[in-house]
């Protein structure tokens, strides 16, 4: 119908057969091309497309975000590599509040040293809430960054790495011949101490002018006066006449240090002084006295191995700290150098390996 509408549109002259025969040398559609010339279709279109690419490579070489970006890429796949863990945590960890048995056994055995027994069910769930807000509050304050500066926040990170250190020397045990060398290479804080027991009058400065220089004169009638006379030449005291058998400590406890010290020195029988206490003037009789005498390594060996264990934990501190200073560089402000002086690093750092 259509190819009649035409023919009656177009004069005879101008119409043609479209009925002609097609010759076989032409390409008819859906014809394949010729091998040659889709060859040269293909390589006029790879060097367009070649061309194109190149232009566009150049641009974007020369782009400075490119260089910005692959830059960014390196640094981090660089920290990816060298911490792993690192990126998981962010995500994850940064977020997530663990509550496991560690953290339970040791609110327990908080507790437990404090109040001399085991918490309830019901105060165990209150421990374990404050620890988690105590956990996540101190994560708030280190994002705001609030833990920088803090001297409280220094101190005990520092004391919680000494912790660690000291947990760390007391992982091993030594063996029983290194034990016995240290125990003869010390004998003098491995032995029984001295006892004395003594009977002493007491001179009041309160009570007195000049409480010494009675005392000085009591002594020289002491030698001819009964036990009972004696003790009417002294002043009341709340602490007692005599102390039997009593070590160093013990009697530094009552009079202080110094009097003990002064009393274990004294020749037993004999009437000595004057001697000063916390409390004023003495006379003291030494009626017995028990020289200090060493201890077996059986009966010693814990407090032994005690010496060893401080030891070994100030040789480990002192080899890490050693270690750790060699990696900062100490930076001494001029204006305060002169205050300061040389800072004793060999004393820091420890004796030598």
Known sequence: MHQDLLRDDVPEDLVVDTKVPMRDDVPQPGD????????AVACVLRKVLDGLADHFMKRLLREPLLHFLVAGGLLFGLYAWLNPSSLNARGTESRQVRIGNGEVRWLVETWSRQWRREPTPDELRNLVAELLKEEILSREAREMRLDQ???IVRRRLAQKLDFLLQDTARLTDP???ELRRLYESHPERF??????SFTQIYFSPQRRKDAAHDAAGALARLSRATPADAAALGDPSLVEAELHDADERAIAAVFGPDFAGAVLALAPGAWHGPIASGYGIHLVRVARAVPPRPLPFEEVR???LELWRERQQRETEARYFRRVMDKYEVVIDESVRSIIGPLPVAQLKGPAE
């Open 191 to 196: 032995q029984a101490a001295a006892r004395v």
């Open 175 to 177: 063996k029983d011949d």
């Open 32 to 39: 394949l091309l010729p091998l040659d010339r889709r060859s």
């Open 149 to 151: 500066g803090d001297t």
């Open 302 to 304: 814990a407090q032994v």
